[in-house]
């Protein structure tokens, strides 16, 4: 069923008052910073099938940790069994390693971004398992279903607050590299908080000890600048001293592992061809085998808009596939631009209503029985992230 587009009959001050009331448009920095173009409208989308195919992705994690697992425990090693291991390796960010902790024990949430394909309907693009900084904005837009009176399809606190024991004192770490996201970790604390939990964030470069954090959301992969904070976070979190609610295996979100997910037979169709870059684009092997000519390149570690080449930006795309013929390290890869349909969408212009058409991007936050979260960002670009022309929409079951 195509997914359809309402108005929820806000107006322009009642959505703008409420995004300053949640902390995401609080100051004039924050404003400036996470500026978007607002709109009253959500997507009605039928989530019965996308809970078939969260869950059926979360243990396809579940299965790439198992297999990581066992890979990081052998003493001996086939060549394309330590090829695939080094890549999670790679990924590692100074925190766990496979082999090394307890095998099943995964994010309880797995970040999936979508977009809608004309002939093909929603497509999976990336699978970012270690990564909670969406969590913040899908709370706010499941605030903005409820103001207008409509249900969410899913709430996240719903969700995330099952993990999080209300008579601890919680915190949200924010890395000096992910500053960016503290607003969406402020907006998921202010959230959660109205639920009775004790949960605060708490930036790195305030972090002089340790000693004190007991309970986290997550140790960041990218606590580059202070390394012995991080170091000492781990150690507690081996130690069972600290617990975290995502267990540090920043690994698993990888898009390195993405071709793997992509040849999984109950993926076919669903995720468009995908590969590792490791030479020529003729020798790189899809899955299923490809037959257009339109790519993107991905770096295996990055974040948002960050790391994505598109095929029309020719010499640097050009560049980034010369340099990788000989790499023994994939750094990127190389997946099938899908033709997306964009969708007539109503945004405000002042206090004017008008529609313009807008490219989807579903981020939905899966977990072992279904869907957790999710919201729908839009852009007029089919490269689709956070910018002043993004707009961001909640989603109401159908």
């Known amino acids: 069923m195509l997914p359809s587009v309402i108005d929820l009959g806000l107006a322009p001050d009642d959505v703008q008052a409420h995004f300053v009331r949640s902390g995401y448009w609080e100051t004039v920095e924050r404003r400036t910073r996470h500026a978007c173009t607002l709109t009253p409208a959500a997507l009605v989308l039928d989530s019965e099938a996308l809970t078939a195919t969260a869950s059926n992705i979360y243990a396809a994690v579940e299965n790439l940790e198992r297999n990581l697992h066992v890979l990081g425990q052998k003493k001996s090693l086939l060549h394309d069994e330590a090829f695939f291991l080094r890549q999670a390796k790679i990924a590692s960010h100074g925190l766990s390693l496979p082999g090394r902790s307890v095998c099943d024990d995964v994010p309880p949430m797995v970040k999936i971004d979508f977009a809608y394909g004309i002939d093909s309907g929603w497509q999976v693009l990336e699978i970012d398992t270690y990564n909670p900084r969406a969590l913040g904005t899908i709370a706010l837009m499941d605030s903005i279903a409820l103001l207008a009176g409509m249900h969410p399809g899913r709430i996240l606190t719903d969700a995330l607050g099952k993990y999080l024991n209300a008579a601890e004192k919680w915190h949200i770490i924010v890395s000096e590299k992910e500053m960016y996201y503290e607003t969406s970790y402020d907006v998921l604390s202010r959230f959660l908080r109205e639920r009775g939990i004790s949960i605060n964030t708490l930036r790195e470069r ?65 995720i468009p061809a995908t590969a590792l870059l490791t030479g020529e684009l003729e020798k790189c092997t899809f899955t299923p085998p490809s037959t257009h000519k339109r790519f993107i390149l991905k770096a295996t570690c990055s974040s948002g808009c960050k790391g994505i080449v598109r095929y029309d930006e020719g010499e640097m795309f050009s560049r980034i596939v010369r340099g990788q013929r000989n790499a023994k390290k994939p750094l990127w890869i190389i997946q099938e631009e899908i033709d997306q349909k964009p969708f007539d969408v109503i945004v405000f212009d002042g206090n004017e209503r008008v529609r313009s058409p807008y490219y989807f991007r579903l981020t939905v936050y899966a977990q072992k029985d279904g869907v957790a979260g999710m919201k729908i960002t839009g852009r007029p670009e089919k490269i689709v992230h956070g910018a002043p022309d993004c707009i961001q929409m909640p989603i109401i079951a159908a």
């Open 206 to 270: 305030d972090m002089v000890s340790v000693r004190d954090i007991s309970q986290v959301l997550c140790i960041p992969e990218n606590l580059d600048r202070t390394p012995a904070i991080r170091d000492q976070l781990l150690r507690r979190y081996t130690e069972g001293d600290t617990y975290a609610v995502y267990p540090p295996k920043a690994y698993l979100g990888s898009k390195a592992f993405l071709p793997y997910f992509a040849n999984q037979p109950s993926f076919q169709g669903l």
